[in-house]
């Protein structure tokens, strides 16, 4: 299959989920090509897993400075735009594009599809819903075409949502699938409307050989030594991490806490650690590239991965993070949010806590710093639940047969037929999520 994939920044080093996918679709056998919408980060380490990604990655992306931009268009309509008119003409339909159309945003877009000469697909696949607009309207004025895809994961279901509850009504009508990654996320795209006969939720995925599982130890002198990671947002929930981590240090504890990652809440926790005065048991350690990563997981003991509604609706969808720690052997303590009970059972493969409960998080995390004999035992059942439920290997085939069947190369065959680690598919007759059926697995 012709298998085209819009996302954003690409390879991001906060969305290596969406890589995983893509690679695992390349090693498929299948025809691939990215087209991003919006610049690299300066100063920002690449994602993991780019080698192997297609080489066919192309930014659509308009310059910033609309001068520039107006030039650039201008250019790209005199060399290109006589091949294809009637896509010029389309995307400056202000009337039925909005800004798009009015900033120029889109007729770029259409004419760098001209330009690179690839625009006819059997799938055309957005990694969020706000890139699913995108894709959509590309599809309408005739830039690109094929099946439209559209995979949700997080906020994009959930505060897009929120502030504009009929953002995606035409997405909804128009789209031909829809990948929530969670049973939690199912359920929002079917109270916003979308018809549950296009919903299926399909994890995002790791790639277990990767991530060599090693049973978690800490010798008698040593520190609990703890780590977070990711984004410093609000949904995380890094200031209840600190208030937790604090009541421990209190309790006389021994414990590092090492929090990698950045983001707007970077001074509001610099205040947190100064007020609670644990400076020298806290360390912000900032953006780490993926392989840094891995070398600090596996000098940890616990994951603490606090995530919350934010006060905007911002929610997860299931952190790859929590899967990666997982599957290197550490134990987790996490929150009763959006699709982590889908992956952490609480008692069994981690722990899980109300959000914002901080004497709860703290409990916990006491609870673990004094028995690391059962460190093991959680340590070797959350293996097993990415290996069986969250590898790459097997979700990739699954997202290959949700193609082909899409495509109707299955004849009668289900989008649920075929190989690989269990998925769900979100019912179509009104059953709650917890009755959704579960696909074979190897």
């Known amino acids: 299959m012709k298998i085209a994939y819009v996302a954003g920044l690409f390879p991001a080093p906060s969305q290596t989920f969406v890589a995983n996918q893509i690679l695992g679709v390349v090693n498929c056998g299948h025809d691939v090509t990215v087209f991003t919408t919006d610049r690299p980060a300066k100063g920002k380490p690449a994602a993991v897993g780019t080698d192997g990604l297609p080489g066919r990655t192309h930014s659509i992306f308009p310059p910033r400075n609309h001068v520039v931009r107006l030039f650039r268009v201008l250019g790209l309509l005199v060399v290109f735009g006589w091949r294809a008119p009637r896509v010029v003409a389309r995307s400056l339909n202000v009337f039925r594009h909005g800004h798009l159309a009015a900033t120029l945003w889109l007729l770029h877009a259409a004419l760098t599809l001209i330009r690179i000469g690839e625009r006819k697909f059997d799938i055309v696949h957005a990694q969020f819903g706000t890139y699913g607009l995108y894709a959509l309207k590309l599809i309408q004025v005739g830039a690109i075409d094929g099946a439209l895809v559209t ?99 209190a309790s006389g504890r021994a414990v590092v806490y090492d929090i990698v990652g950045d983001g707007p809440q970077r001074v509001e926790i610099e205040r947190l650690i100064e007020q609670h005065e644990i400076a020298r048991h806290v360390r912000l350690l900032g953006w780490k590239s993926h392989r840094e990563i891995l070398s600090i997981m596996q000098s940890s003991h616990i994951l603490l991965t606090p995530s919350i509604t934010a006060g905007d609706g911002d929610e997860e969808g299931i952190p790859n993070v929590i899967k990666e720690a997982m599957a290197v052997g550490l134990p987790v303590v996490s929150t009763v949010h959006a699709g982590i009970p889908e992956l952490v059972v609480d008692g069994e493969s ?84 917890q009755s959704v059926q579960r696909g074979h697995g190897n």
């Open 151 to 249: 995979s949700f994961r997080g906020y994009d279901a959930t505060k897009g949502l929120r502030a504009e509850p009929r953002r995606y009504a035409e997405l909804f009508r128009m789209g031909r699938l829809f990948l929530p990654v969670s049973e939690s996320l199912a359920r929002k795209l079917v109270e916003a409307g979308c018809d549950t006969s296009k919903i299926h939720v399909l994890h995002s995925g790791i790639d277990c050989a990767k991530f060599e599982y090693t049973e978690p130890r800490r010798s008698e002198k040593q520190p609990t030594r703890i780590l977070t990671i990711g984004r410093l947002v609000e949904k995380k929930g890094v200031t209840y991490a600190l208030k937790a981590v604090a009541q421990v240090i």
């Open 350 to 433: 981690g722990f899980l806590v109300p959000e914002r409960s901080v004497d709860d998080l703290a409990g916990r995390i006491m609870y673990l710093c004094d028995h690391p004999e059962i460190w093991p035992q959680l340590s070797h059942a959350a293996r097993r639940k990415v290996e069986t439920e969250f590898d790459i290997d097997g979700l990739s085939l699954k997202l290959v047969d949700l193609y082909a069947a899409l495509l109707g190369q299955h004849g009668e065959q289900t989008p649920m037929a075929g190989r690989g680690s269990p998925m769900e598919m979100y019912p179509g007759n009104g059953a709650s999520p």
